[in-house]
């Protein structure tokens, strides 16, 4: 099973816009997985890039969210409050949030299915023993994202393949379940030894990963593949917003910090002015407060101001290379080391 994996290497899905078939494309091409992110899309838009990816032949994966449990209407509306200033900054009205947001679950395991995704993973929970052995069924290598042992013993009982295995370190959201417990202080190394000591599965270390060196250590440690994300997210093939790519390369960023401020669950991401001012009285709250804040986020990226924008990245990011994925990947790899 795990021989079937292309290589050591997995190009993360990156939902919000730099995951794109063209960089799935890329990453196939050097070697690695590459992920499409199905997450926040349509599902029409998710069975259109399924299909591209499927009529190349190439290996590729799908990444689904699973839905995360309503939140407390009151503690959005406080929040909603909280915003208000940013609202008149920005010139925008803050929506009445949808509280129960699935992101289409159903409908992207369904295309995931049909088509029969070589490997399709899961992010924000573990899902049910029924809906693995439905993609098993179907010819799909199910891995499920997991920051601790706990979750790991649930996914494996749910029947999963590979378990990714994230850090605290790790750019974007984060895939646990107790995101009130959640400080994100772990690291790959951390995290792998733990998971490795709950259960047998194979496991993929990913988390902060920005060097050749960090990457032979987790394969070292025991880990069958690492999969990177930040140090992607300057790739050609990237449809990583410009706002972003400028904030990575403008050196004005000293660090990366863990926050609900954006969308009520925890995501690392570059410390700007929003962070800052926000973090301590963000509630939980995944995806109202997603929705909460989107007007605020879409007139900050037309202004080109980032310092309201989420800009997800990993501890790493200050080694994120510009250029082709493929040459991204040669470096993550340590070809020519
Ligand atoms: C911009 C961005 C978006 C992300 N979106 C997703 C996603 O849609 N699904 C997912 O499972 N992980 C997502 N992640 C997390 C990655 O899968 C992975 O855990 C992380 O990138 C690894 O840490 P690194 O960024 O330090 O390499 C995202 C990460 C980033 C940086």
Request: net charge neutral; aromatic share 6%.
């Amino acid at each position: 099973m795990v021989a079937q994996l292309p290589g050591p290497l997995i190009v993360a899905p990156m939902a919000g816009g730099p995951s794109t078939t063209a960089l799935v494309r890329a990453a196939a091409s050097a070697g690695a997985l590459g992920f499409l992110a199905a997450g926040y899309k349509a599902p029409d838009a998710v069975a259109r890039e399924v299909g591209e990816l499927r009529r190349s032949g190439l290996a590729y994966g799908l990444n689904i969210f699973l839905p995360t449990a309503p939140a407390d209407p009151e503690r959005v509306e406080a929040y909603r409050r909280v915003l208000l200033p940013e609202a008149e900054r920005y010139g925008v009205e803050l929506p009445d949030p949808p509280l129960d947001d699935d992101d289409h679950f159903a409908a992207k395991v369904g295309i995931a299915v049909r088509a029969a995704v070589p490997w399709v993973s899961f992010t924000f929970g573990v899902p049910d023993a029924g809906v693995v052995s439905e993609l098993r069924g179907a010819g799909c290598r199910v891995l499920v994202t997991v920051t601790g042992a706990g979750e790991a013993r649930r996914a494996a009982a749910a029947g999963a393949d590979l378990l990714v295995v994230q850090a605290g370190s790790a750019g974007g959201h984060s895939a646990t379940t107790d995101p009130d417990g959640y400080d994100g202080s772990s690291t790959a190394p951390e995290s792998l030894r733990e998971v490795a000591s709950a259960v047998e599965l194979p496991l993929i270390a990913a988390g902060g990963t920005g060097t050749a060196a960090d990457v032979r250590a987790l394969l070292a440690a025991g880990a069958v593949a690492v999969q990177a994300g930040t140090a992607f997210l300057l790739a050609d093939e990237a449809g990583t917003r410009p706002a972003q790519r400028e904030a990575m390369l403008s050196g004005r960023y000293a660090g990366t910090a863990v926050t609900r401020a954006f969308t009520g669950r925890p995501a690392r991401g570059l410390r700007n002015r929003f962070i800052e001012a926000y973090s301590a009285r963000a509630p939980i709250g995944y995806p109202a407060v997603h929705h909460l804040t989107a007007p605020i986020r879409a007139a900050a990226a037309r202004q080109g101001d980032p310092e309201a924008l989420n800009l997800w990245a990993g501890t790493a990011f200050a080694e994120a290379r510009t250029g082709p994925a493929a040459a991204i990947a040669a470096r993550l790899s340590g070809a020519g080391d």
